[in-house]
């Protein structure tokens, strides 16, 4: 029998050509080899290598390892194909471990944003604290914001919260929370007036 070195080895040459075949007959032999294939699929998702994602995945390697990990390196990573990749799969939107409308808002990605409300995703950890953390971001208050990345990406995602989340209803002090935001925030400063007339609560009569 081959070593486990030789094994991995031999997984890395299928994986480099995309030889998914060959990938299912290796990772047959043990689950140490299963294992180390679904570490190896979340390194090449955080790489954006999409041949070796696709061949992982057609072979039949776990996507849900680690509570889906995968997915989640690719939206935190920007990879929106692999994203779609995985999708396609498999995973489903409504039942993460983690909530990716926040995830991808945090990194600042508002095509992928759009993607997840496009498929379905829902806002778990409440829609006024996520709009308020891409504020945050867009006006570089945010604590962990990228060195660098500039504010225009989460300027976008502040666009897109507000495009699909009219409805939300809010308490009287997030209101006063709110508009102080808009206030700050004059490249959505329009819309989110707009959007924030949508979700006061009606006055008390």
Avoid at 90 to 95: D, R
Wanted: charged share 25%; hydrophobic share 45%.
């Amino acid at each position: 029998m081959l070593s486990f070195k030789r094994q991995k080895y031999l997984i890395k040459k299928a994986v480099s050509v995309g030889d998914d075949s060959k990938i299912q007959r290796v990772i047959a032999h043990s689950a140490k080899l299963r294992r180390h294939c679904q570490r190896q699929l979340i390194k090449e998702v955080g790489a954006g290598n999409v041949v070796a994602v696709g061949a992982f995945i057609r072979a039949g390697v776990d996507i849900a390892y680690g509570g889906h990990r995968a997915f989640r390196c690719a939206i935190t990573n920007g990879h929106l194909d692999i994203a779609k990749m995985l999708f396609a799969a498999g995973v489903t939107l409504s039942n993460l471990p983690f909530d990716p409308i926040l995830e991808t808002v945090r990194d600042g990605y508002a095509e992928i944003l759009k993607w997840l409300f496009a498929n379905g995703a829902q806002i778990a950890i409440g829609d006024f604290y996520v709009l308020n953390t891409a504020v945050d971001m867009a006006l570089n208050v945010w604590p962990s914001r990228p060195w660098g990345a500039p504010e225009e990406d989460w300027t976008a995602c502040v666009d897109v919260l507000l495009d699909h989340s009219l409805g939300w209803r809010l308490s009287p002090p997030e209101v006063e929370k709110v508009a102080k935001r808009v206030a700050e925030f004059a490249p959505c400063k329009a819309k989110a007036t707009a959007w924030l007339a949508e979700v006061m609560p009606p006055p008390e009569r």
